[in-house]
């Protein structure tokens, strides 16, 4: 625990009814006797008078101690609630920094509370999360999170890895036994039990990053398919210039969109084709550019030609794990009827733009293909460096499932799960190192 004390403005900037400095550490005590003249006793809300250090009150409102180890923190927790005028807050804080608290860094007080085994590291990131949530049901994963469902799938994995790493390391210590227990089945059917258990946490995962940062859709095609009005329809406003003129859009659209609390950010781009053009040749180099960062391309086609050549050209040049849907637009014009297809081993959705059919069979093909569901309970939001880690896990649970079973190779079988046990544990800070907690407390802000 650490001796320091320290202090924030844990109310957003600006004015309001109510201001709250947070302080947090082993001078809190002695901070509220000298500020207001007594220490409230634990957890009892006291109307207190602030004041500086000539004795004039600064401002009068509760005072509220959380002494340690029952508080956010693990440490004693001061939090003084008074006015929300920006000078009065300040004026507050300097008096309780001139009391021996410093100013806080972002994220200071999560990370504490992390440091003093409060929260674990998948839930002091939910706090962050639930604060900066989009959507209502972003907050509610993310507040599934903060109780520890996330926590409790990765301890419950963790625990299964470890039963089954005891197990391998018995069976090599006992080699000279008559029974060859890494040959007779149960360590690999453990092993695929075990995988699978990984594949469906791992797929819960990537639900929660993409309900957390949001569903990278690159829009793709030719010049003039409606690239820039589908941006629109899905915006439900005008975010992009649509024009009859091939090549109006030259540089990347971004948009910020929420269907049926999925967040999407769709990104317009200009048309790809060959031009002599230098502003519209940059716009296409960075269209390409952003192809490859996408999680899923949405290449507009004209119904009524079809899928031609200068797409084929398309779908050759893109990465093949790049997931791709192609939208075949203009149907009210091809008097073809809008739907859901397959062509080209790809998911085809024929729809108009214009008036507004097929959309829905877009937008529903959009949730589908992410893995979200509107009204899932069981939902928690997640980060792309979880999803990392748990990709780090498989690959060492499927080099371990190798080295069983082709070589037979039983102490590289426990070091590989000994690899996925500290990917899984810096899930949740079970191993971490200071440049991590560096890293994912600074994002947080002031006061939290």
């Keep these: 625990m650490t001796t320091e004390t320290i202090a924030a403005i844990a109310t957003p900037p600006g004015r309001g009814g109510i201001g709250i400095v947070r302080v947090s550490g082993p001078k809190c005590g002695a901070i509220a006797k000298q500020l207001s003249g007594k220490c409230p006793p634990p957890r009892q809300a006291v109307l207190s008078t602030f004041k500086d250090s000539q004795k004039r009150a600064i401002d009068e409102g509760i005072a509220l101690y959380f002494a340690a180890p029952a508080s956010f923190t693990g440490e004693d927790v001061l939090e003084l609630q008074g006015h929300g005028g920006p000078m009065v807050l300040d004026a507050v804080l300097t008096r309780v920094v001139a009391l021996g608290a410093r100013l806080a860094r972002p994220g200071e007080f999560s990370e504490r509370a992390f440091l003093n085994g409060k929260l674990d590291l998948a839930q002091a990131e939910a706090v962050a999360d639930l604060i900066e949530a989009s959507s209502h049901q972003a907050a509610a994963a993310a507040m599934r999170s903060l109780q520890g469902e996330f926590s409790q799938q990765v301890h419950a994995l963790t625990e299964a890895l470890v039963r089954l790493r005891v197990y391998v390391e018995a069976a090599i210590d006992f080699a000279d036994e008559e029974i060859d227990y890494l040959a007779d089945g149960e360590v690999l059917a453990k092993l695929d039990e075990l995988r699978q258990q990984h594949q469906k946490l791992l797929q819960q995962t990537r639900s929660g990053a993409i ?109 093949q794990r790049l997931p791709i849907t192609l939208v075949f637009n203009k149907c009210d014009l091809s008097a073809n009827e809008a739907g859901e297809f397959t062509q080209e081993k790809h998911t085809a959705i024929r729809l108009s733009v214009v008036t507004g059919a097929g959309v829905d069979t877009l937008v529903a093909h959009l949730q589908q293909a992410a893995g979200y569901r509107a009204e899932d ?48 544990g810096s899930i949740t800070g079970k191993f971490s190192n200071d440049d991590l907690l560096g890293e994912i407390f600074s994002s947080f802000c002031i006061g939290k």
């Design 211 to 319: 309900l957390r940062e949001g569903l990278r859709v690159v829009i793709a095609g030719q010049p003039n398919v409606g690239k820039s009005s589908l941006l629109n329809r899905l915006a439900g406003r005008d975010a992009a210039i649509v024009t009859e003129i091939p090549g109006t859009t030259r540089d990347l659209l971004h948009e910020q969109i929420t269907l049926d609390g999925l967040p999407l950010h769709v990104i317009d781009t200009a048309g790809l084709r060959d031009t002599n053009d230098p502003v519209e040749v940059e716009g296409v180099r960075r269209a390409r550019a952003e192809l490859g960062q996408a999680d899923r391309v949405l290449l507009l086609i004209d119904d009524r030609q079809g899928l031609g050549p200068a797409e084929q050209e398309i779908l050759s040049s893109l990465p």
């Design 377 to 424: 309970d069981g939902q928690f939001l997640a980060r792309r460096r979880h999803l990392d880690a748990l990709d780090q896990a498989g690959s060492a649970l499927e080099n371990g499932r190798l080295q069983l079973t082709e070589y037979a190779a039983g102490e590289l079988l426990a070091e590989e799960l000994h690899l996925a046990q500290q990917a899984l």
